[in-house]
């Protein structure tokens, strides 16, 4: 049985990881309204609900943290291509990637925002670190894909551009939310509405592909 010393150790990691999270998601929110520039440690932590010495004592400048913001939502992009890696075909797992990407732009718009917002101002304050782990992911992904092709699945296409192309698509629902909602009768998509433009993007890519939808 776990004595009382034991277990201390284990309650301050827990602290830790729920403080680095509640910062992380503050962060979030921040840089994509105020950008790298415009955001303060103070309105992170404010946002968090935490003293500010508690943001620098977890990420002690603000390009630790902002980087820290850019890896965590990578790495939720990583995890949603993980239908690459299951031995399913084309159809399979790209309307399952597709869907996931399409669910994380309804579900964390600002993370997508951020990483727009850092894209379209030159990707300057990306450090090198993020692109080595993006390029080989991207890389390894197109191996997939390019089985896909060799076995007859789908039809012959760039791997990277048919990736960048979903990305545009499915990201579009973060990054450009205000307009989807402006245009829609200054009402956001409904659940039902929302399916509907999940289920044609997917057709829509899938048989360009030469892809059967499953």
């Not at 010495?53 to 993980?82: C, G, M, R």
């Not at 993006?134 to 990736?163: S, T, Y």
């Amino acid at each position: 049985m776990a004595t009382l010393e034991d277990q201390k150790p284990r309650h301050k990691a827990k602290i830790r990881e729920e403080n680095q999270q509640l910062i992380l998601r503050a962060a979030e929110e921040v840089f994509a309204e105020a950008g790298f520039k415009g955001a303060t440690t103070a309105a992170i932590a404010a946002r968090a609900g935490l003293p500010k010495a508690n943001v620098h004592f977890y990420f002690p400048t603000k390009q630790e943290l902002y980087e820290e913001v850019l890896s965590d939502i990578l790495e939720a992009w990583f995890e949603a291509a993980a239908s690459f890696d299951t031995g399913r075909g084309p159809a399979d797992a790209l309307t399952v990637y597709i869907r996931t990407k399409m669910e994380m732009s309804r579900q964390r718009p600002l993370g997508s925002r951020v990483w727009a917002n850092e894209v379209l101002h030159g990707a300057t304050m990306t450090s090198q670190e993020v692109w080595n782990r993006m390029k080989p992911w991207l890389e390894d992904c197109a191996l997939h894909i390019n089985q896909w092709i060799a076995e007859g699945k789908m039809d012959p296409v760039e791997p990277r551009f048919l990736m960048y192309m979903i990305w545009a698509t499915t990201q579009h629902y973060a990054d450009f939310a205000s307009q989807i909602e402006i245009l829609n009768g200054d009402a956001p998509l409904t659940d039902a509405q929302f399916e509907a433009a999940i289920a044609q993007v997917t057709r829509i890519l899938l048989k360009g592909l030469g892809i059967r939808e499953t």
